[in-house]
């Protein structure tokens, strides 16, 4: 048993007197500092020069995966352009699903529910519109909600699609990318001489290259009038001033980068060319549809991001949802991507095209030297 005077464990020479002054040792109580990372804006962290770490510059996603040097297949290059792309604002969870489903749809990969496990009402009425602008096909409601139904019917739109593209359109598709291609590929060939041109300089330079000497085909009378009122007038001996040549350039650069329609007499114009009808062919054969794919991912965020910028107020707003599904549906500027099959499509629609422009051509060469002989003859 304790000793009944030992009240207290504190010695007596310990105790102090309460007018006197306390030497007893007080710990302060705990008082929350603020992080180090809470002001970063207003000042450092005393010593964190000696110890900070270097920051790391992100990656940008429009480096080309040919500077990796890695071998990649067209199917995974897409992939990893899908995995990279980026959105400017909020909703990137909403967009990088419509993003993956709309590239499945268009490279006529299989669609799963998983694919579409991420969608909200919002997007499945996102992407019923965008399949009733590009496809013509309504989705039932039923179908919608549900998303194994829903994945099934997108695996099917391809052979449902009614809508094929004129020969006309094939025909456009095709040689405007062979024309931006070869003009890419000159810009990179000879970038110390187009260093310092403007576009339509460079671009008057790479016609002038390949068709220099080939005659224009007659244009329409309404634009030749146009043109004449602007055209300078002859020297008394005939020859053209520098005007009229730098005129005669322009004409020859509107025909070949931005022509109305890509019809009989643009093809034997630029065929009139050996250089370009073996560029062009080695095109269609070796980088078309490369060429296009590739472009392609970076057509559809601007698409998404055109649509879901409908969406910037929060909360439930039906006019934000009408509003962008009357863009989709009606709009001329949305334009979806073409897809696998319609690049296929497009390339045996231009080469008949071509194939036949060539047959009348050869039928009318031979009925003209027919005609000389017989009238030599006569």
Sequence with gaps: MLDGKQKSSTPKNTRTNSSAPSTKIVLPMPVELP???????????????????????PVSIKTPAVTQKIERTPKQNQI????????SSDRETNKMSMLRVLNKLLRHDRITDTDLIEFTQPDLEILKSIVK????????????????????????????????????ENNKLAFKRAIKFLINH????????????KKKEYETLICREFFSGIALPEVKKRKAAQIDDFMPPMTPSGKNTKKT????????????????????????????????????????????FEDYRRSRTSKLTKIIETVYGFFQ????????????KEYIEKNAKFKLPWTDKELKTCVDSTKSFIQRVNHRAHKQAEAEAQA?????RS
Excluded at 80 to 87: D, L, N, S, W
């Design 372 to 376: 000389l002989l017989k009238k030599s």
């Design 80 to 87: 990893q352009e899908i995995e990279t792309a980026e959105f």
């Design 313 to 324: 107020k929060k909360g439930k707003n039906p006019q934000q949802m009408s509003n962008a």
């Design 35 to 57: 992080s180090p990372t809470s002001n970063l804006r207003k000042r450092k962290p005393t010593g964190s020069d000696k110890f900070e770490q270097p920051q790391i510059k």
């Design 133 to 168: 602008r590009k496809y013509k096909i309504n989705i039932a409601q039923k179908d919608i909600d549900d998303k194994k139904s829903l994945a099934e019917l997108l695996n099917q739109l391809d052979d449902k699609q009614k809508a094929v593209k004129r020969s006309e």
């Design 186 to 197: 000159y810009k990179k060939t000879h970038a110390a001489e187009v260093k310092d041109l």
């Design 245 to 288: 040549a730098g005129l005669n350039d322009e004409k020859l650069r509107r025909f070949v980068i931005n022509p109305n329609t890509i019809n009989a007499k643009y093809i034997k114009f630029v065929f009139g060319s050996k250089e370009f009808k073996s560029f062009f062919e080695d095109f269609i054969k070796n980088s078309f």
